[in-house]
RNA sequence: GUGGUUGUAGUUCAGUCGGUUAGAACGUCGGAUUGUGGUUCCGAAGGUCGUGGGUUCGAAUCCCAUCAUCCACCCCA
């Protein structure tokens, strides 16, 4: 036998069942996303580096797929960077290209290359693959699906209040059980401020996004670790300590933040954001939680991440507010707001939660049984009818023994067969099989066509 | 990038102490049944035991390397 083929590491492949139930997921995302006025894009899979190197940290450069260079990419190189070895000045001279790590990043090189046509503030969706070069594991993959939504050009809170609306109808429609979980990036901007440490804000923020993981002790020997004092350390402690309902914590918050203007702000905009949200009802549990820091250092206000609460795999769904993401593409003091849906973690609790739906339109309806070549002619004017009248149905494309035909059906899960042979076309009529209950009934075209239209 | 796990048929897995011709179930295909499926019965096809090297009279089995895989860490959806 010849080699057994493969695909990449971290990627798979979808057969019809997922698809469907992928294509559930999605289309119920979008039906949200556009009933609260955000419009589609899509940018290309790939990006030039310098559109994506630098936006996600270090880390996220190494995690960065890059395309080679096409042609004789590597008689270009000089002798010493070929000699050298060094990654970080060899990949410039032989790839100027890159898979898109996420949708943020090529949404805001979208917004400055079309500044001039787009009305602001623009609300788009965007769902596509991205992938990451990190070692896959559960939950995780090379190439995953995102379901952006970001409104750019506003600084309203009221995007804030959306978004989170949004997420609550997503998953109380998917019927998920979630919480909401809301920091703000001005309180951890705050809070290292006030702890003497304003540099180190990444390092805190990073080790006490750890705080749930691995509790306060790991928590406060890595930041020790890191460098930051023992003094900022123990004023830490309080805030770690924080109790109580989310608007209890804001108020406490308020306290201790009274010296840093940043962090207070931040506190407002929670406040206001919380006192919204009270009055709308939502099925979704929302709460402020300080510990919640997300990687990814564009942020500058709001942050938000989804976890299922019935389920154990990390988040599902999280963003938050950017101020200047655009200002390196040209375009300063652009204000945006987003979040991202995690296609693939929704689909494995679904699936592992027996939630998705049972019926769904997308498969076929109706199969004709092949006898042969007059019976094809006899029954191809029906089968065109039924098409028009929207019916998803198929003939079996040859004359094959009836068991095969009718494992076909079974395996596709088609509820109805159709068999016209000799004597129908002699009795101008069909044989309509139902192959849930077994009934047969003899019906004229006219009648067929009615009765499957329901 | 770091640590560990597992690689045997299309799939899930057996395979004893190293012993001669590597098994099962499911799936696939054919037949019982030329116009009636899901259940049943019979039969068949399907293997470089991940790959390369080593030890041995003899390796799926032991050793080394390598690749792949899954899990955890870093990080993240």
């Known amino acids: ?10 990627t798979r492949d979808f057969s019809p069942s997922e698809m469907v139930k992928r294509n559930y997921i999605f289309d119920l995302i979008k039906d949200v996303f556009r009933l609260y006025g955000f419009q589609p894009i899509e940018t290309p899979a790939m990006e030039n580096l310098s559109t994506l190197m630098g936006k996600y940290g270090e880390e996220g450069d190494k995690l960065l797929f890059k395309i080679l260079n096409s042609g004789d990419f590597i008689s270009k190189v000089s002798d010493e960077a070929l000699a050298e070895k060094n990654p970080n000045k060899l990949t410039p001279q032989i790839s100027e290209k890159g898979l898109r790590y996420d949708l943020t990043v090529p949404f805001a090189r979208f917004v400055v290359q079309y500044q ?25 993959y090379r190439e995953f699906y995102q379901c952006d939504v970001d409104v750019i050009g506003s600084n309203s809170l009221l995007n804030e209040v959306e ?61 020790a670790e890191k460098g930051v004092s023992d003094l900022a350390i123990e004023r830490l402690q309080p805030i770690l300590a924080l109790e109580g309902s989310s608007v209890e914590k804001a108020a406490q918050l308020e306290k201790i933040l009274e010296k840093s203007e940043t962090g207070l702000k931040g506190v407002g905009e929670i406040e206001k954001l919380f006192s919204y949200l009270g009055q709308l009802g ?105 098409r028009k009248n929207g019916i998803n149905s198929e003939i079996f494309p040859d004359k094959a023994k009836m068991q095969k035909q009718m494992t076909y059906a079974n ?44």
């Open 411 to 454: 395996k596709k899960e088609i509820p109805f067969v159709v068999l016209a042979g000799e004597s129908e076309i002699q009795a101008n009529s069909f044989t309509l099989k139902n192959m849930e209950t077994g009934e047969q009934k003899s019906l004229s075209a006219g009648e067929l066509i009615k009765i499957l239209s329901f």
């Open 163 to 223: 978004l989170v609306q949004i997420i609550d109808d997503v998953f109380s429609r998917l019927k998920i059980n979630t919480v909401v979980k809301i920091n703000n990036r001005k309180i951890l901007a705050g809070i290292a401020e006030i702890v003497g440490e304003n540099e180190r804000i990444t390092d805190i923020t990073v080790a006490i996004d750890k705080l749930e993981k691995i509790g306060l002790e790991k928590v406060n020997a890595e930041l």
């Open 282 to 386: 939502l099925n979704t549990d929302i709460e402020l939680d300080l510990t919640l820091a997300r990687g990814l250092n564009y942020y500058t206000g709001a942050i938000f991440e989804v976890k299922a609460k019935d389920f154990e795999i990390g988040s599902i769904c999280g963003g938050g507010r950017y101020d200047d993401l655009t200002g390196i593409f040209g375009l300063p003091n652009v204000s945006g707001v987003g979040v991202s849906f995690g296609a693939e973690r929704i689909y494995d609790i679904l699936a592992q939660l027996n939630l998705f739906p049972q019926k769904t339109a997308d498969t076929t309806k109706v199969l004709f049984a092949n006898f042969g070549e007059k019976e094809e002619a006899y029954c191809l004017p029906v089968l065109a009818e039924l």
């Open 1 to 10: 036998m010849a080699q057994k083929p493969s695909i990449p590491k971290g």
């Open 116 to 140: 001039n046509e787009i009305t602001f503030p623009f609300k788009r969706y965007q769902i596509q693959p991205v992938w990451r070069a990190d070692r896959p594991q559960k939950g995780r």
